[in-house]
């Protein structure tokens, strides 16, 4: 096995061969194996190597450019490879000293560069390939968003979203075929958006304008109404308490068991677009307003699992931190989800029902951890007066595994 570099990564713009140092032209020109987009290939033109296009899915070629290993290989990418690019997938087949990356500016370097916008004050998203909901929590009053188009509809789709979420004042500009002769910029409000013709390549770039409606804050305890749901949700003010002791981190999994409305595994993803959840539900109904849920919130990554805890529990990726929040009296289900739980992790369940809180009573005696007893109470008219109404209370057990 070879551990100098023989696999070359370069990053290429609109502007081809021009645009790329000599070292990358060299490499090029020297390569056994030459694989790249349709694209890519057409913008270096002819090579002394063998070519290879990507196949769909990309990873087909991957035999291919292993068993050139040791031998001058190189992949063509957009841009910075490792910034949504191929680069993190072949860093997962060939090591990383054996592999040399010449990258260029990313299109999200490009589009920054042109607009003059600080590219460390934007969201960064990638549409390619993925829903568009997963926008919203970046739609704050004063954002600015860019986005990598999946293709030249992209832009209209966008402008048609933003507007049904009252956000039509906010300015729209699609930077195509940056980097090179094509090189365009245009720029129109949502509302209304008349930009057509747009090529297939382009970022766009977008300047919130407008509260808009319904777009999650960062703090934990959204509005219950904000969720579709048939009475079974975690209420606001439990949720805030109950995602606090969850404390989502970047990367991490989480089971919500007994999901509902899904209101706590959606605002566990809203915490970072780092985080990852599983929620578990077993009436089929609630499973479809989980994914409604999930979407309209802007988090359409949930995973959702229709079936019965424990059962629908096995074969699950091992999580980081699990909720239950429902079927707390199913046989077994704690013991399962506390072996399943990694070291370190959290588990946290509530319960309103006296069955449900004797379960957890029992659970603390066995394994430690923490009850904590919550009732809330919110005013509400009594004649011409205020009086408040107290929810039931709810007792919360929450514990981490040694």
């Not at 290939?41 to 040791?70: C, H, M, N, V, Y």
């Not at 090179?180 to 382009?202: H, Q, S, T, Y």
Request: some cysteine; overall charge neutral; glycine content about 10%.
């Amino acid at each position: 096995m070879s551990a100098s570099p023989w696999l070359t990564i370069v990053g290429i713009g609109e502007d081809g061969l021009d645009g790329l140092s000599i070292n990358a032209r060299e490499r090029i020109a020297q390569a056994r194996l030459v694989v790249g987009g349709a694209r890519h290939l057409r913008l270096i033109g002819e090579t002394g190597g063998a070519r290879r296009a990507w196949p769909s899915p990309l990873q087909d070629a991957f035999a291919d450019i292993l068993a050139k290993r040791g031998e001058p290989v190189v992949v063509l990418a957009s841009g910075d490879p490792f910034f949504y690019g191929v680069g993190s997938l072949l860093a997962r087949i060939v090591a990383p000293p054996e592999i040399l990356c010449l990258p260029q500016a990313s299109a999200f370097s490009l589009a920054a560069s042109r607009l003059g916008w600080a590219l460390q004050d934007c969201a960064r998203v990638t549409l390619h390939g993925r829903a568009l909901e997963q926008i919203v929590p970046h739609l704050h009053p004063g954002a600015r968003v860019l986005a990598l188009s999946w293709d030249g509809e992209t832009p209209k789709k966008l402008a048609a979203f933003l507007e049904a979420r009252g956000l039509g004042g906010s300015l729209i500009t699609v930077c195509e075929a940056m980097g090179g002769p094509r090189e365009r910029l245009r720029a129109a409000p949502a509302e209304g958006f008349d930009i057509d013709g747009v090529d297939p390549l382009n970022t766009v770039a977008i300047e919130i304008r407008g509260a808009g409606r319904r777009i999650p804050p960062r703090a934990p305890g959204l509005p219950d109404d904000w969720f579709e749901h048939d009475g079974q949700i975690t209420k606001r003010e439990m949720r805030a308490v109950t995602l606090a002791q969850l404390a989502p981190r970047p990367g991490e999994l989480l089971w919500d068991v007994g999901a509902g409305a899904g209101s706590i595994s959606v605002e566990w993803l809203l915490a970072d677009p780092a985080t990852r959840a599983i929620a578990v539900e077993r009436n089929t109904e609630r499973c479809a307003r989980i994914r409604r849920n999930a979407a309209a919130l802007g988090v359409p990554r949930l995973a959702v699992i229709e079936g019965e805890a424990p059962t629908a529990l096995a074969g699950l990726e091992r999580p980081d931190a699990i909720f239950v929040g429902g079927g707390l009296t199913a046989p077994d289900l704690l013991e399962t989800c506390w072996s399943a739980l990694a070291p370190g992790g959290r588990l946290i369940a509530n319960a309103v029902t006296l069955e449900s809180q004797a379960d957890l009573f029992a659970a603390q005696r066995r394994l430690g951890g923490e009850l904590l007893q919550s009732q809330f109470a919110h005013a509400v008219p009594v004649g011409r007066f205020l009086g408040f109404r107290p929810a039931m209370p709810s007792v919360q057990w929450s514990v981490v595994k040694p």
